[in-house]
């Protein structure tokens, strides 16, 4: 049996082959996911790094 992170990322490739294709994405909808994606995932880093700092007692 899969573990548990492993059945849901499955399951979820499984509901976006499932999704009709879109036909068409303006430059500004592409721009902006990408801009989306980039600021999360940096958001995501910095929080990373405080609390890895908080944890050695650098703060």
């Given at each position: 049996m899969a573990s548990a992170?492993?059945?849901?990322?499955?399951?979820?490739?499984s509901r976006l082959l499932a999704?009709?294709?879109v036909e068409?994405?303006?430059?500004?909808d592409a721009s902006a996911l990408f801009l989306g994606?980039?600021?999360?995932i940096t958001g995501i880093c910095a929080c990373v790094g405080v609390y890895a700092r908080?944890?050695?007692?650098e703060v």
């Open positions: 992170p492993a059945q849901l990322f499955l399951a979820l490739l999704l009709p294709a068409a994405v303006e430059a500004g994606t980039v600021i999360c908080k944890r050695n007692g």
